[in-house]
């Protein structure tokens, strides 16, 4: 079995050793003064003061209170910082995003995850490319052609005669691959005579001219020439997406759905001390037992690995996700029989990966939408509790997710609480959604739809985040949905089913403490209180009493985590 990834007691002591190693320019503790703090400790809810130290919240409410104590610890150096009234809050977390996929978007890269042929690539291209002046380098990633219908791997000829006049430089999904076409070729000088280099390879077609596919190290014939900070790979996305998440007030973010390859990246990044917001990574499922049986589960505070994700349906957009019952809007298939959306894995399928999750003591985190597939992940995560009662490890409080829960029936509601299930959903996909949610699955079905409220009512533990870049990855649009429902038109009038709506502070617990509750975190982060991270967001207006209609438009002054100061407004 492995270890546990359990931290409770001991997580301080291990805590204080890691922090130990923070910068020495961190040493000098920082008292900040004059905040309108908002801890979402109970015990402790409002403060004015924070002292930090190694990384760490030393003590935290009012300023004589916090002053009685570093007399009594002995404190006599530090710097202390004014936050002027500003309002404070604990870092904010994202319990579900995909970091690589912002990171592109972020770079103007294009995102060819979506494609489900090489045509449909070419056409991505192709658009771009009557968008920009020719000459210009075109880069995209995410292809993956063992997602097409044809899987043999591309040639650039197709590509190559849709876009001739700018260079294309196409990362395959992994990137162990890219797709080059002619022009790119050309600037870079490859040809059919061009040698492989070691580690690499240039693949050629029949006739012994490249396909414009390049395997690992040869793809850097080609990268060599495109402008810094875009050849599409995953390192350079994942710090473009850090960068936007700190501007955001994001300390943290739950990455949910990434290969081992990429688990090597964020290590990497970490050990070269570039990872600064914290991340809980999930890995695709079908890579998931393998990794875990050969890795174990690992955990240092910046990144922690004990998660994996699955899929029970598809999406209620596009009529993927399964229903108890037929869609209202197209109740029959095209041969009349009636149509009640997609199964993508068979529970069972679910139910064995939640034991082997439950056995080797980490989480899953399975994908579900319709009323159907909710039901059918807790049928499963019922049976794997009840396989494994004498089989997992007795440390190990199981403490699986479902990600997304948009439709419940209302006999699934309370079935989170009485299995310990989390719901990880997302405030801004439900006003996304709004508009035609009525319409796919009739007014009564969507009473179970992002039903928040009565979710919390019924005790279970609500994590929210933005399925970025799905939506934005600014958490203030998902608190703003979250207390009104509505859209930034502020439309429907009174919020769309407006009984599902939280108060401010239950919102901001789902960006908070609960989000950190699903990775958890419970004991390091969340909330700010002595012994915690010091993990907190300066904010320009107060978010928990200004104008409903203010809370989208709120920027973030600083981004400060374990006492770094990680984003600052100009
Ligand atoms: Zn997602």
Not at 118 to 141: C, L, Q
Not at 529 to 553: N, S, W
């Amino acid at each position: 079995m492995p270890t546990i990834p359990m931290l409770s007691r001991c997580a301080l002591v291990v805590l204080a050793v890691v922090l130990a190693l923070v910068p020495a320019c961190l040493a000098q503790p920082q008292l900040y003064v004059n905040g309108n703090i908002y801890t979402l400790d109970p015990e402790n809810p409002r403060a004015d003061t924070i002292l930090v130290e190694n990384g760490l919240i030393a003590s935290i409410g009012s300023r004589d209170a916090v002053r009685e104590e570093m007399r009594n610890q002995g404190f006599r150096v530090y710097e202390e910082v004014d936050l002027k009234g500003r309002t404070v809050i604990p870092g904010l977390i994202d319990a579900h995003g995909h970091m690589v996929g912002l990171g592109a978007i972020g770079l103007g890269l294009l995102d060819l995850r979506a494609s489900t042929s090489f045509e449909d690539v070419v056409n991505m291209v192709r658009d771009r490319a009557s968008r920009v002046p020719a000459g210009t380098w075109i880069v995209g990633r995410g292809w993956d052609n063992e997602s097409w219908a044809d899987n043999d791997l591309p040639h650039h000829n197709m590509l190559s005669e849709a876009v001739p006049d700018h260079p294309v430089w196409l990362s395959r999904v992994d990137g162990h691959a890219g797709l080059a076409n002619a022009k790119a070729m050309e600037v870079a000088g490859v040809s059919g005579s061009t040698p492989s280099p070691s580690g690499g390879e240039i693949l050629l077609d029949a006739l012994r001219e490249p396909t414009g596919v390049f395997v690992d190290t040869a793809e850097s014939l080609i990268g060599r020439h495109i402008p810094d900070g875009l050849t599409g790979d995953a390192r350079e996305c994942i710090l473009k997406a850090q960068e936007m998440c700190l501007a955001v007030g994001l300390t943290a973010v739950h990455d949910a759905g990434v290969s081992p390859e990429e688990v090597e990246i964020y290590r990497q990044l970490e050990a070269q001390g570039l990872l600064k917001i914290r991340v809980y990574a999930m890995l695709h499922g079908r890579a998931a037992a393998a990794y875990f049986e050969a890795n174990g589960i690992y955990d240092n505070f910046k990144l922690s690995v004990y998660a994996a994700k699955m899929y029970i349906d598809g999406a209620m957009g596009s009529r993927g996700a399964w229903m108890l019952e037929p869609y209202t809007d197209r109740p029959t298939d095209p041969e009349g029989r009636p149509y009640s959306g997609l199964a993508v894995n068979d529970p069972s399928a679910i139910e064995a990966s939640m034991v082997h999750a439950l056995n080797f003591a980490y989480q899953l985190c399975t994908h579900a939408i319709g009323d159907r597939g909710n039901r059918e992940v807790l049928d499963a995560y019922a049976r794997a509790l009840e396989a494994t009662k004498d089989s997992r490890p007795a440390s190990f409080v199981p403490r699986h997710r479902i990600e997304h829960a948009q439709l419940l029936h209302p006999d699934e509601i309370a079935r989170f609480a009485e299995l310990g299930m989390i719901a990880s959903m997302q405030p801004t996909h439900c006003t996304s959604d709004m508009r035609w949610v009525d319409a796919r699955v009739g007014t009564e079905r969507a009473k179970g739809a992002y039903a928040w409220a009565s979710l919390l009512k019924a005790d279970a533990r609500l994590a929210f985040g933005s399925d970025f870049p799905v939506e934005s990855e600014n958490p203030f649009l998902g608190l703003f949905a979250a207390v009104t429902r509505q859209n930034l038109d502020n439309q429907p009038e009174g919020g769309w089913h407006p009984e599902q709506r939280l108060t401010r502070e239950e919102a901001l617990r789902g960006f908070t403490i609960d989000a950190a509750y699903a990775a958890y975190w419970e004991d390091r982060a969340g909330t700010l209180e002595a012994g915690k991270l010091a993990d907190f967001v300066v904010l320009d207006r107060d978010v928990m009493t200004c104008d409903v209609q203010a809370i989208p438009g709120t920027k973030v002054l600083k981004t400060i985590s374990a006492g770094e100061v990680l984003y600052e407004a100009e």
